[in-house]
C-alpha cells in the first residue's frame, strides 16, 4: 500500500520557532511542508468547497514552463468550469480521498493514487461526491503542439497498475514509475513517481535543459541542489530551474518517493 503524503493546513502557535528549511535561491527553492499553512492558501475562479496550495508558478528568469498546485476539495466541492486557459495541459494525482473526474463525457472515480492527463482543451470537470475530503496534485503547462504530431489523448490510471522502471545497473533500488512512454514525442511534459530505497543514489550530479518540480511524497533524504546539500523529507517541495546540478542520497528507513515533473521532446525557444 503505497504512502502519499498531503498537508492539512492549520496554523503554528505563537510559541513556534521560525527557523525552518525554506529557501529560494537563483537555481532552486526548497518549499517545507511547515509553510504550507491555511494562511498561503489560494482561492481560483470557478471552484467551489476548495482551497489550493501553489507550490511553482512561470517566473522569468527561473522556472518558466509550468506551474504545481495541490488542491484540497471539501465534500460536494469541485468545478464544472476548472481550467481557464484552453491552450493549457494538465495532470492530476490523487494523494488523498477521491472524486469524480469526467473528461469529454467519460467519467472516472479517481482515489487514492489515480492519475490523469487531461488534454488542452479538453471538456473536463471534477466533483468531490465522497464524504471526506480530498487533496490531490495539478501540474498545469500550455501545451506544445507541433505541425504533423498529433496531440496526445486524455487518459486515467492507477500507479499500483503500472510496473516501476529500475535504472540500469542499481538493482532496483532506483526507478520510475513512469505514466508517459518516454519515446511517445506527441507529449511536451512527464508528470512521474520516482523511487529510491533506502541506501540509493543518484551517483552524479545531473545538469540538464529540464526544468523539475519534484513533491516528496514518502520518506527522506539529502538532495544535492547546485552547491547545497538539503534535508528533505515527506511533503516537501523542490523547485529546479534548468541546468541546476541535482544528485541525492536516500538514508531510509523506508523508500524515498517524489512527484516529478519535466519538460520534455521539444525544441528549444530561440525568441
Known sequence: MANYFAPSGGHPDQTTLLTDRAVFTEAYAVIPKGTMRDIVTSFLPFWEGTRLWVLARPMTGFAETFSQYIMEVQPGGGSQNPEADSKAQGVLFVVEGGFTLTIDGQTHAMSEGSYAYIPAGANWKLVNDTDTLTRFHWVRKRYEAVDGIDAPEAFVVKEADIAPNAMPGTDGKWATTRFVDPEDVRHDMHVNIVTFQPGAVIPFLETHVMEHGLYVLEGKAVYRLNQD????????????????????????????????????????KLA
Open 229 to 268: 546539500w538539503v534535508e528533505v523529507e515527506a511533503g516537501d517541495f523542490m523547485w529546479l530551474r534548468a541546468f541546476c546540478p541535482q544528485a541525492c542520497y536516500a538514508g531510509g528507513p523506508g523508500p524515498f518517493r517524489y512527484l516529478l515533473y519535466k519538460d520534455v521532446n521539444r525544441h528549444m
